[in-house]
C-alpha cells in the first residue's frame, strides 16, 4: 500500500527502513506491563519486517533486537 501510494504523494514521501520496532516503554503506562508480558522490554524489539525492505534484503526478522546502528547504541 505504501509503495503503490507513493506516487500519489509527490514529494510528501520519506524514506523507510521497512520495520516496525518497538519497547515497552513505547506504551502509555497502564499498558507497559502487558507489553512486557508479551516479551518486550527497554530493548528496541522488531516486530515485524515489510517484504523486500532494506531491512529485509540487510537480513532482520522479527524478534530480532536492535542494539546499534551504524556503531551507535540505541
Known sequence: ILRGAAEMCGERTAPSLGIY???ALDFDREYQQ???DAG???AVEIIAVQHD???ARAGLVAGDT???VEGWPV
Open 40 to 42: 518486550l522490554s527497554h
Open 34 to 36: 502487558a507489553a512486557r
Open 66 to 68: 536492535l542494539v546499534a
Open 21 to 23: 520496532a518497538a519497547t
Open 53 to 55: 525492505s532494506p531491512a
